[in-house]
Structures are given as C-alpha cells and as structure tokens.
C-alpha cells in the first residue's frame, strides 16, 4: 500500500437547491486504500459521492478537494472522469442506442486518448464478464435497457474493472440484490481491490457486501458531518449495535 495520497477533502460543504447537506467533511485517501462510508438513509452518503464527482446539481458551498494534489474543486465532472475517478450509481440510467460493450470502449478512449484495439478489448471485457458471471450477450445489448436491477450493478462493476480508475467510488452498489448478487459483485470489487494502487470509497448502509472485503478505514456520516472513524473493527460494531448509538 502506497502512503501516496490520492484524495484529500478539506472542510467540504455543499447543498441541493437550497439545502446545505455536507457540513465540513474531512477525508484523505491514500492509494491503494479502501474507505467504507456509512450511516443512516438520508445521512448525506450518496450526495459526498456525487459532489466528489463534480455533479452540477450539488454547489460546494466551502472548503476544497485535492486529487493527486490538484485542487478539483470547480473542474467539471469528465475531466475527474480523465483524471481518473470513478462513480458507480445507486440506480443505474438505462441508455438506448448504445450497448455496454461499445458504452465502455467508448468511455476507455475518452480516457485515455489511446485508441483501442478491438481483439484486445473483447478479449479483456469476456475475462472480466467471467468474474461477474455475465453472460457475454450483454456486451451487446443496449445499456441497462431491460436489465435486472442484479444486472445493472454487475454492469457498472464491469465498467470499473474495464476502465481501471485510480479512484472507484461505489455508491449503494448492494442495494435491492440478493444474496448471490451481492457475493458476485462481491468478487469484482475483489478483483479490484488486487491492483496496487487503486483506491476505494464503498458508500452503504448495510455491511453485506464488506463481508469479503478488505477495509482499511470505515467513516460514519450522521446529519452531513463525519462522526467517527475507526477500521474495520468499526463495520463489526455497527453490524452488531446499528447506528443509534452515533445518532445521540
């Protein structure tokens, strides 16, 4: 694990419309490291992960974010995209005209600039449908058009791995699957989780999906404001107790 860091938020508020949501967040992100974001529905979770982005419906209203030690604070959201930060959706929009497999190359050369070659494309996006257990048909169907909710979140696992970011924040990615989903999505953020320098920020209220993973801090996020932090010990305690007890 790398002491590099990666992320850094500092003091960061921001508001939809006209309600402030986070109130002077502080995280720092080295590489290599996986952060788990919990707390209460309505806590201000997703809305960390969306102004991170770079989302224009979320105004920061205070304080800064470093990424590799460039202050991204107003650069749009694609050029976070380039830089090398990944959002997951909680709900996945549904894109006809294209399909995923063509959705990812596309995006991969956005990224990159470089063009992509074919063979080698198709051959990694098969390797990595396997460890999601995607029929390799999806590759061609449009974008989340009349896919599973299961699916949808296999497909945004699918795109993490594809296009490798240094960043993958992974918004609610558990919710409303089953048991088997949850374990295969499971194995894709494992296989992530094996390169050496990419970072993750899991944001979830449940502690399913964290059961095989590795987890190096854990945060509580109550009313916009981080509460606690501690280690995975931390997931274990609020397995156990719930969040009551940070909500006092």
Request: no cysteine.
């Amino acid at each position: 694990m790398s002491e590099q860091s990666l992320l850094q938020v500092k003091d960061l508020s921001s508001k939809i419309n006209d309600t402030e949501i986070l109130h002077g967040i502080n995280l720092e992100i080295r590489k290599g490291e996986t952060h788990v974001l919990m707390g209460p529905n309505g806590a201000g979770k997703s809305t960390l992960g969306y102004t991170l982005m770079g989302n224009p419906n979320y105004e920061v209203t205070g304080g800064k974010i470093f990424f590799e030690g460039e202050d991204i604070t107003d650069i749009s959201t694609d050029k976070r995209a380039k830089a090398g930060m990944f959002l997951s959706f909680q709900n996945p929009l549904e894109v006809p005209g294209i399909s995923l497999g063509s959705f990812i190359r596309n995006a991969f050369h956005e990224q990159t600039g470089v063009p992509v070659k074919l063979l080698k494309f198709k051959k990694d996006l098969a390797s990595s449908m396997d460890i999601l257990t995607m029929d390799h048909g999806y590759a061609d169907r449009d974008l989340n058009v009349g896919f599973s909710g299961g699916e949808k979140k296999k497909a945004e696992i699918l795109q993490m791995l594809m296009l490798n970011p240094k960043l993958a924040i992974l918004d609610e990615t558990d919710s409303g699957l089953d048991v088997d989903a949850v374990r295969t999505v499971s194995k894709g953020i494992e296989e992530f989780q094996k390169k050496e320098d990419g970072a993750l920020l899991i944001i979830t209220h449940s502690t399913k999906i964290l059961e095989a993973l590795h987890v190096d801090y854990t945060h509580v996020l109550v009313n916009g404001t981080i509460v606690k932090t501690g280690g995975a010990e931390l997931v274990d305690e609020i397995n156990e107790n719930g969040f009551e007890q940070f909500l006092q």
